[in-house]
């Protein structure tokens, strides 16, 4: 674990990994497609669409299919109705996962900057935060559309990293997907996998490409890594 004694910073992903979102996700998209005069779908078909940001979850949504692409016309109207029912309703079910404030707590408690790192729309994701009062333990949110690329590229981390103040191996990036794993991988940043989220951390961690330096079952178990080996100042 020589990694996780260099850290000096950590990042986020929100979605499976702070908040258990996909009870709205999946409220809002059905809205969409009953809108456009189509059935509901199943909350587990939404949940495995989720990850790469709205626009590509109202693509799968609409066509049912994950690598499905919607024609433009109808696309523009679905991510329309899907963001105006998701922004009025974007925490109605969601919540943080059990333990989540206690870990960002103790981790507070370091000294340490905190950073969310999603795909989700930087608007929504400062929006579902502030709903549910987490946005008090970050210093910066990247979204999916805060740079011109987004998770599984290695982009935003090394933002994230520069406006935290520290190098890309000095900031830790948990998450539960695929994507995260893989942009920490690219950007040189440590990670940790959490077992409860939306990915099979289980499977990640059996491929070399996929797996984290550390896998844990609740955000506090990262303030316990990280607590023997920072300064006694800190």
Known sequence: MSAIAEIRAAAFDLDGTLVDSIPDLASSANAMRVSLGMGELPRDTVQSYVGDGIGVLVHRALTDDYHGQADETLWQQGFTAFVKHYGANIANATRPYPHTETGLELLKTLGIPLAVVTNKSEVLAVKLL?????????????????????????????????????????????????????????????????????????????????????????????????????????
């Open 130 to 234: 502030k709903e549910l009062n987490l946005d008090r333990y970050f210093s910066l949110v990247v979204g999916g559309d805060t740079l011109p690329e987004k998770k599984p590229a290695p982009e935003p981390l090394r933002h994230a990293a520069e406006v935290l103040g520290v190098s890309c191996g000095q900031m830790l990036m948990v998450g539960d997907s695929r994507n995260d794993i893989l942009a920490a991988k690219a950007a040189g940043c440590p990670s940790a996998g959490v077992t409860f989220g939306y990915g099979d951390m289980a499977e990640l961690s059996r491929d070399d490409a996929t797996r984290p330096n550390l896998v844990i079952r609740s955000l506090p178990e990262i303030y316990e890594h990280l607590r023997p080996h920072l300064p006694a100042n800190a």
